[in-house]
């Protein structure tokens, strides 16, 4: 069966602090693992990754991926109140086109 | 350019009423689509796909179900709602069955169930 986990449910840290969200998955047929950020309504996309060990960067987060593992990790350093948010990660299956997500990772980032 | 449109925004419904909420998609053809539901604080249940029309892909049995009667029109149906069937429901397009590329949202319906 298709799952996506992701760890931790949850995380309140403060600001200044860095921030490891972890997503594990097994899919058939495997093509590429996307994160999310959702702040109130729909989700903005964050990152796609293919490849193992590329990150991929933009400001403070930054992704990669291990398809030996079967793992991603999304980074966030010297988190802002403005992170606070539920970051999904997505797993896309090419041959079904299935697109499947985790529980999601409630970060809280106080001032 | 493309874009998704999803309507209504919110909506509440007595128990046993029935449910159609319609998602468009322009600007693009033969885009794989997708609605979830997700509950509160936790993450997206996909509840159908379809790479194509008139093909959808049931992943949760429940008393709800999708169609696809166009090529960028996809529409999640229930002859008769449940309290359960409460949540905030997206639906979502993607590029090609074996292209890789992000999937974009649309706002969401709020359903409310009384």
Known sequence: ?111 | SQTIHQWPATLVQPVGSPLSLECTVEGTSNPNLYWYRQAAGRGLQLLFYSVGIGQISSEVPQNLSASRPQDRQFILSSKKLLLSDSGFYLCAWSVGLYVSTEAFFGQGTRLTVV
């Open chain 1, 1 to 111: 069966e298709d799952k996506v986990v992701q760890s931790p449910l949850s995380l309140v840290v403060h600001e200044g602090d860095t921030v490891t969200l972890n997503c594990s998955y097994e899919v058939t047929n495997f093509r590429s693992l996307l994160w999310y950020k959702q702040e109130k309504k729909a989700p903005t996309f964050l990152f796609m990754l293919t490849s193992s060990g590329i990150e991929k960067k933009s400001g403070r987060l930054s992704s990669i991926l291990d398809k030996k593992e079967l793992f991603s990790i999304l980074n966030i350093t010297a988190t802002q109140t403005g992170d606070s948010a539920v970051y999904l990660c997505a797993v896309y299956s090419s041959n079904t086109g299935k697109l499947i997500f985790g529980q999601g990772t409630t970060l809280q980032v106080k001032p």
